[in-house]
């Protein structure tokens, strides 16, 4: 089944531009790596990219120097998806194959080799520590269990890897991606039968809301 929750149209520009942090395009690409029609736009907006670089740069320049403009092109690093920023000693010859590629370059020896905290049905793991200005975590919810209500004091997004879950917005499953804001105050619930795996990324902290939110909050840390 392909996604039904895509990333907004601002973050597949900002990805196809390059010009995301490495924290919001990682589930950027995650989320490519399991949705063809998100693929198939990023591609478009690539495209189109380039046609307006290329009007761009023709008008002001004279022959000679377009012949240099065009070298310089041909010089150009092709364009890569984002790199993982560690160097991986060794994988796992094992891989966790409900972990698509993007990611999975950033797991080392894979999932079970994380180190995951646990706090009441929810285990998570911090990726990423060198973008401070973002939390990155993989989260796994245990079935049926209800997050705590929340807002948050910037924007949230999150990706569904296994299982599912559903709030006040929708249901997501494999490869849909969930965005919030400040806006958004909600109760995320793991669907039943399966942990729901996940990739979240947070540009500020998040906010408990419910009655004892203040109370549970230092213990979270979510
Ligand atoms: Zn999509």
């Known amino acids: 089944m392909t996604p039904q929750h895509h990333p907004g149209d601002d973050l597949l520009i900002a990805y196809a531009a390059g010009s995301q942090d490495e924290p919001v395009a990682l589930v950027v690409a995650t989320h490519l790596a399991l949705c063809p029609r998100c693929r198939k736009e990023v591609e478009r907006l690539e495209a189109l990219g380039g046609v307006l670089l290329e009007e761009q740069e023709a008008e002001p320049l004279a022959e000679k120097s377009l012949e240099q403009a065009l070298a310089r092109l041909d010089e150009a690093a092709p364009d890569e998806p984002a790199q993982p920023s ?4 060794r994988r796992s010859a094992e891989v966790d194959p409900v972990v698509p590629r993007p990611l ?11 180190d995951w905290t646990a706090f009441r049905g929810l285990e998570k793991v911090e990726l990423l520590p060198e973008f401070p200005s973002f939390r990155t975590r993989l989260m796994r919810i245990k079935s049926g269990t209800a997050m705590p209500t929340h807002t948050h004091d910037g924007s949230e997004l999150t990706l569904v ?8 917005s929708g249901h997501f499953v494999r490869g849909d991606v969930a965005e919030a804001d400040p806006s958004v105050n909600h109760q995320p619930v793991a669907d039943p039968g399966e942990d729901c795996l996940c990739l979240a990324v947070t540009d500020a902290p998040l906010r408990l809301t419910g009655p004892f939110g203040r109370l549970l909050n230092p213990f979270l840390r979510i």
């Open 104 to 114: 999975r370059d950033y797991l080392g020896d894979g999932l079970d080799q994380l």
């Open 86 to 89: 560690r160097q991986l000693a």
């Open 161 to 168: 890897l296994a299982g599912g879950f559903s709030d006040e």
